[in-house]
């Protein structure tokens, strides 16, 4: 499909969903419309290894499209709120790993936005945070939850109370991002990165990432019981006996996502 506000392309498995709205990717009504719509796309085909985030331009998201947000009602708002948190939200449960590669800036819900992927490669000299507070309102397209469950309590609320923006070297010593890349090279980073974690068993990647956010936050007994649920969808799997046949033959295993 084509997509008014986003561009979309694949190599070697990954999918890259560029985000594409002159001149800073300001998250407007059509923009989030299409989001959703891709990774509705997206989340059916079952042979991606992996989904890169990026964008367009020299920022990455600017956050909310404030010229649109003042045309809006109460009302308007009301609604506006939950159907910017649903896309992201279906961001976060996207089956493969997901990757953000962040330039520029990311700030208000373009840093959610980041925050609802897997895994955040940021580019030296980008600034990085959540500006809701600044405009009397508060993160509430997950920000006040998904950063809390990266940083912890104290460094989400620093982050949110003060509304600062942060390099990337801040962001990677709070634990808000994963790597940082150098300038002009997140995209790149960000495949490479996509690229190691392709070359394991893909269905592998998949239950793993549903142990690790099905399990967080459950009591351990629990947690342990979705591990193992995970853990027996791939035993049937011809993947885990390529791995096998790999091993006793001494040569690298042809994974075949299934």
């Known amino acids: 499909?084509?997509?008014?506000?986003?561009?979309?392309?694949?190599e070697n498995g990954?999918?890259?969903?560029?985000?594409?709205?002159?001149?800073?990717?300001?998250?407007?009504?059509?923009?989030?419309?299409?989001?959703?719509a891709a990774l509705a796309e997206l989340e059916t085909d079952?042979?991606?290894?992996?989904?890169?985030?990026?964008?367009?331009?020299?920022?990455f998201c600017a956050g909310a499209d404030l010229k649109e947000r003042q045309t809006m009602t109460e009302d308007d708002v009301r609604a506006w709120v939950p159907m910017l948190g649903s896309a992201f939200t279906r961001l976060a449960s996207?089956?493969?790993?997901?990757?953000?590669?962040?330039?520029?800036?990311?700030?208000?819900?373009g840093f959610e936005l980041a925050l609802a992927c897997d895994l955040r490669v940021a580019e030296r000299g980008v600034k990085l945070?959540?500006?809701?507070?600044a405009l009397a309102i508060i993160p509430g397209a997950g920000g006040t939850?998904?950063?809390?469950?990266?940083?912890?309590p104290a460094g989400a609320k620093r982050w949110i109370f003060t509304a600062r923006m942060h390099e990337a070297d801040e962001a990677l010593a709070d634990g808000a991002i994963d790597v940082v890349a150098g300038a002009g090279e997140a995209l790149a980073a960000a495949r490479a990165l996509a690229g190691e974690i392709?070359?394991?068993?893909?269905?592998?990647?998949?239950?793993?990432?549903?142990?690790?956010?099905?399990?967080?936050?459950?009591?351990?007994?629990?947690?342990?019981?979705?591990?193992?649920?995970?853990?027996?969808s791939i035993i049937p799997t011809e993947d885990r006996r390529e791995?096998?046949?790999?091993?006793?033959?001494?040569?690298?295993?042809?994974?075949?996502?299934?």
């Not at 008014?4 to 392309?9: G, I, P, Y």
């Not at 939850?145 to 912890?152: E, V, W």
């Not at 790999?246 to 996502?257: I, L, N, Q, T, Y």
């Open 1 to 10: 499909m084509n997509y008014e506000t986003l561009r979309l392309s694949s």
């Open 14 to 36: 990954i999918a890259i969903l560029e985000l594409s709205r002159p001149p800073v990717n300001a998250l407007g009504r059509r923009l989030v419309e299409d989001l959703g």
């Open 46 to 59: 079952a042979s991606l290894r992996g989904l890169i985030v990026a964008a367009e331009g020299k920022a």
């Open 94 to 109: 996207f089956p493969a790993p997901t990757i953000a590669a962040i330039q520029g800036t990311a700030a208000g819900g």
């Open 129 to 133: 945070g959540l500006r809701e507070t």
């Open 145 to 152: 939850q998904r950063l809390t469950r990266l940083i912890g």
């Open 198 to 232: 392709a070359k394991n068993g893909p269905l592998a990647i998949r239950a793993a990432k549903r142990a690790i956010d099905g399990g967080f936050g459950l009591p351990v007994k629990e947690a342990l019981g979705v591990e193992l649920a995970a853990y027996e």
């Open 243 to 258: 791995a096998i046949r790999a091993f006793a033959e001494k040569r690298d295993p042809v994974f075949r996502g299934r």
